[in-house]
């Protein structure tokens, strides 16, 4: 199994930046993919970013130029940087993490972005 802890979230102005964090509890070298997904209010869970194997990187079209997904391999940990945040990006952030066939979750960070 793998356990995803969040950390990171809060109330930023529009145009600010945040940086989401995610520890895997295991090394994420036998990760197959993780990254980052968000729900807002009454919409459906959409991916935000992620990394797979090989270091191949998938963006949401409304986050590109905008956020970064990077990783440090020694702390088995996935980081989601938010820059020129916008209001549409408030959402509940949750890490992902796909491992042997499974998908898992994190419990999920707030994102609120004011404008």
């Known amino acids: 199994q793998v356990q995803l802890v969040e950390s990171g979230g809060g109330l930023v102005q529009s145009g600010g930046s945040l940086r989401l964090s995610c520890a895997a509890s295991?090394?994420?070298?036998?990760?197959?993919?993780m990254g980052w997904y968000r729900q807002a209010p009454g919409k459906q869970r959409e991916l935000v970013a992620v990394?797979?194997?090989?270091?191949?990187?998938n963006y949401a079209d409304s986050v590109k130029g905008r956020f970064t997904i990077s990783r440090d391999n020694a702390r088995n940990t996935v980081y989601l940087q938010m820059n020129s945040l916008k209001p549409e990006d408030t959402a509940v952030y949750y890490c992902?993490?796909?491992?042997?066939?499974?998908?898992?979750w994190g419990q999920g960070t707030q994102v609120t972005v004011s404008s």
């Open positions: 990394m797979s194997s090989g270091s191949q990187l």
């Open positions: 295991r090394s994420i070298f036998t990760i197959y993919a």
């Open positions: 992902y993490a796909r491992w042997a066939d499974y998908d898992y």
